[in-house]
């Protein structure tokens, strides 16, 4: 069983920075492929991006490509999400979440398990 839990969510205004965090259960990095999810009120869970296995490498949504970054420690079993020039859209619930596949990219069918959530909201 895989046990995440993010942090670091808050109110922040147009243009700054955010950065969230999962912790995961021992060894989660080496062996699953992590993602970050949002999803705003009434909207479809949207995929924000994801780090393979061994944080060998990453990869974006559209939406997000240039302003934010994921990366991990797997020494602490730790990810992170550095959020900046966030703008009022990007205003949602964010998960982390982790799946088994190699390549699951996007597609949230393929994420087994996810955390609670943390909320973002992005002030105009």
């Known amino acids: 069983q895989v046990r995440l839990v993010e942090s670091g969510g808050g109110l922040v205004q147009a243009g700054g920075s955010l950065r969230l965090s999962c912790a995961a259960s021992a060894s989660t990095f080496s062996s699953y492929t992590m993602g970050w999810f949002r999803q705003a009120p009434g909207k479809e869970r949207e995929f924000v991006g994801a780090?393979?296995?061994?944080?060998?490498?990453?990869y974006y949504g559209d939406s997000v490509k240039g302003r934010f970054t994921i990366s991990s420690d797997n020494a602490k079993n730790t990810m992170s999400l550095q959020m900046t020039s966030l703008k009022p859209e990007d205003t949602a619930v964010y998960y982390c979440?982790?799946?088994?596949?190699?390549?699951?990219?996007?597609?949230?069918?393929?994420?087994?398990?996810w955390g609670q959530g943390t909320q973002v909201t992005v002030s105009s």
């Open positions: 979440a982790a799946s088994s596949y190699y390549t699951p990219g996007p597609n949230v069918r393929l994420y087994e398990y």
């Open positions: 780090i393979w296995r061994a944080g060998v490498g990453t």
